[in-house]
């Protein structure tokens, strides 16, 4: 994936954040939108030490797989105080997703993001990819 682009971006919403995310296929946009809420926390990294991690989800639908899978991000930043910013998604299904998250020790975060919300998601093909849109309580 090229850095130099971004392939999100973080909308207005009264009270909440909420973020666009595409991509050419769902990996992209799933990671893409993964990224987007680790860049929206703005931590303060601490040393070089790399950390790693694998997560395995199951769901019911492909956005229901997507919250999960934010919101198992965000427990995993909270209880581990770790900002991801490499995501190797290694297997994608409409209700399966397995990845390889990479990050690093956080010092502190800039923005609290208190859950993941069901409510206004979106999954969806469009203008020759991918688009997801997901609501986060702050």
């Known amino acids: 994936m090229n850095n130099d682009t971004k ?10 954040l909420k973020i ?5 296929d769902l990996k992209e946009v799933f990671t893409n939108m993964a990224l987007g809420m680790m860049q929206s926390i703005k931590s303060n990294a601490q040393g070089a030490a790399r950390t790693e991690h694998e997560v395995k989800i199951s769901s019911i639908n492909r956005e229901s797989l997507l919250i999960d899978f934010l919101s198992e991000l965000l427990y995993l930043v909270e209880i581990n105080r770790e900002v991801y910013s490499k995501i190797e998604i290694t297997q994608l299904s409409e209700k399966y997703l ?22 206004g998601e979106e999954v969806r093909r469009g203008g020759g990819g991918w688009e997801a849109v997901v609501i986060f309580d702050i």
């Open 7 to 16: 392939k999100f971006e973080v909308l207005e919403h009264p009270a909440d």
């Open 20 to 24: 666009r995310a595409w991509g050419k």
């Open 98 to 119: 397995q990845a390889k998250l990479y990050g690093v020790k956080a010092r502190g975060f800039d923005l609290e993001i208190k859950a993941v919300t069901y409510g």
